[in-house]
């Protein structure tokens, strides 16, 4: 867990329908290696939790949240103004978004999990599309984020690890090695349900398998580890 460097506690307003956040930007945020200057993009930012998360933890970042939902979209544009950070919020499709040369020291992703077909499509398509991979797989993403990240940079994301061996998979063909992985479980009796795992552009290096975080205690209270995690970035929710 990286040590904390919040300066005031980050106020975070979501919609209160539609896709909420849960755990995995609090753990995607804690995951990723931030460095002073580093130029980051976060794709389907949301209400903009991630960039806002990780500007807190280290302010020196410069980063950019993208967005294909409108509502999303404003929540995320109050967040930043509401917070008096330095992020750039985008209203747009990633995959259709002109880029020119810029390009990333780090992508980040809270991707919609589910492929089209399996599950049962949410009625709610603000829901729909956070969820199932209506507008985003993670083929068409990795295919976009990959001439826009710099060689040597690092794409972290988030699945379920039913999707383990094809997240890997789909990694490792474009040339963005996986460095990293942790698995995340609701307490030390229960599978894994979630999945972080860190790559690099270009760069092969040895898989090293952080040790599992346990999100529960027997009571259902917050494990220690997930509760500094918490605890670190220090947020509000200012949602009515």
Request: hydrophobic share 35%.
């Amino acid at each position: 867990m990286s040590p904390a460097k919040a300066f005031k506690k980050p106020i975070i307003v979501q919609n209160e329908s539609g896709y909420r956040y849960s755990i995995e930007p609090f753990l995607l945020a804690d995951f990723a290696r931030l460095l002073p200057g580093q130029e980051i993009l976060d794709i389907g930012t949301g209400c903009g939790i991630i960039p806002l998360l990780m500007a807190n933890r280290e302010p020196e970042i410069n980063a950019t949240g993208i967005e294909i939902q409108d509502s999303s979209a404003n929540r995320a544009e109050e967040n930043v103004s509401k917070n008096e950070m330095k992020i750039k919020i985008i209203r747009g499709d990633f995959l259709k978004w002109e880029w020119g040369s810029r390009q990333f020291d780090l992508i980040v992703s809270n991707p919609p999990y589910r492929k089209i077909n399996s599950g049962r499509t949410n009625p709610d398509e603000r829901k729909a599309i956070s969820r199932h991979e209506l507008k985003l797989s993670l083929p068409t993403m990795l295919d976009k984020a990959k001439p826009v990240l710099k060689r040597g940079g690092h794409i972290t994301l988030a699945y379920p690890p039913i999707r383990l061996q094809e997240t890997l998979r789909e990694l490792e063909v474009r040339e963005l090695f996986p460095s990293r992985v942790r698995f995340i479980h609701g307490n030390k009796k229960a599978d894994a349900k979630i999945f972080l795992v860190d790559a690099i552009k270009e760069k092969k290096s040895d898989l090293i398998v952080d040790s599992p975080l346990y999100v529960y205690n027997k009571d259902g209270s917050y494990s220690q580890e997930m509760k500094e995690i918490y605890d670190s970035f220090n947020c509000v929710d200012g949602t009515h």
